[in-house]
């Protein structure tokens, strides 16, 4: 759901951002990121850390996250 929330990076679809999300964070290989994972690997990666803050209208992915 937040994927969906994604704004205004339209050169890569949701699931090419979801598999560069996990092959690069998703720590124990499990298909699954819990938050801490999500965050370390985010800020221990520039390119995502720009990704996301360029990508993102952030409200609403946490909207979408409270409201899931």
């Known amino acids: 759901q937040a994927i969906q929330a994604i704004n205004g990076y ?3 679809s949701a699931e ?3 598999n560069i999300i996990f092959q690069k964070i998703d720590v124990n290989n499990d ?3 819990t938050l801490e994972e999500f965050m ?3 800020e221990s990666d520039d390119y ?3 990704l996301i803050t360029q990508s993102f ?4 992915v946490l909207k979408v996250i ?3």
């Open 48 to 50: 995502l850390m720009e």
């Open 31 to 33: 298909g699954e990121l």
């Open 66 to 68: 409270q409201n899931g």
């Open 40 to 42: 370390n690997g985010v």
């Open 57 to 60: 209208d952030l409200s609403n």
């Open 10 to 12: 339209s050169s890569m």
């Open 16 to 18: 090419e951002f979801t």
